[in-house]
């Protein structure tokens, strides 16, 4: 069954509308999984404790970006492909463009090797929508929060430079671009119309 993914920085809405679009399964009685990235598995809670740990500041890129993987390989393996499997909805908060965004292009790393090593994590389960929900630069420091974890915070170049990597990312055909700049509800009109068209619904 479909997998549909979230992406964008923080401040987006995400959340918001994964609980709305969550809701709108229930209702249609249709079975449907909801996971968090980095989490969604005990091993994976633990490893976001370490990755979001304002503490540990000497961690080197390539340290976090191995460890989302980890965290992304435990929940392919234990959460998702069972659920697709078994005839679910799954929507992801954040999945593997979120590592292309901000480590491949935050971080630096290149689009290459995220890519390259997050195929070997997730078994090639790629989602069949993604949802970049885009708000600018202006829209991101009004929203933002005044309790960061460790990767919020980043500067504010290092934000430009995620939204940079998800522009870049989202032309391509899975992706819906949406700006998120507007009301909740329209956002939440606009991924539906997208889902029913997509799904048959
Ligand atoms: P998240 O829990 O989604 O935070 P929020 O709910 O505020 O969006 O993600 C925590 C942080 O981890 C967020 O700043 C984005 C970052 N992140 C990466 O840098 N790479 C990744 O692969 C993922 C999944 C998240």
Do not use: H, W
Not at 33 to 50: L, M
Not at 112 to 123: L, S, W
Request: net charge neutral.
């Amino acid at each position: 069954m479909p997998l549909i993914t979230f992406e964008g920085v923080d401040g987006c809405g995400k959340s918001t509308q994964i609980l709305m679009l969550k809701d709108y399964f229930d209702k249609k009685n249709l079975k449907c999984s909801v996971f968090r990235e980095p989490g969604g598995t005990v091993i994976g809670e633990k490893i976001r404790e370490i990755l979001l740990d304002s503490q540990n500041s000497k961690m080197d890129p390539k340290t976090e970006f191995l460890l989302f993987a980890a965290s992304r390989a435990q929940l392919v393996y234990e959460k998702i492909k069972p659920a697709l499997e078994s005839g679910e909805f799954v929507i992801l908060d954040r999945y593997i463009d979120s590592s292309v965004a901000y480590q491949g292009f935050g971080r630096g790393l290149g689009k290459k090797v995220v890519i390259f090593i997050n195929e070997f994590a997730t078994q090639l389960v790629y989602p069949d929508v993604t949802f970049y929900l885009e708000i600018d630069e202006k829209t991101f420091e009004m929203r933002r929060k005044e309790k960061r974890d460790r990767i919020e915070l980043e500067n504010i170049d290092f934000i430009k430079m995620v939204m940079q990597g998800y522009s870049e990312i989202s032309s391509s055909k899975r992706f819906v671009k949406i700006d998120a700049r507007s009301d909740q509800n329209q956002i939440f009109r606009a991924i539906i119309k997208e889902i029913e068209r997509r799904f048959n619904l």
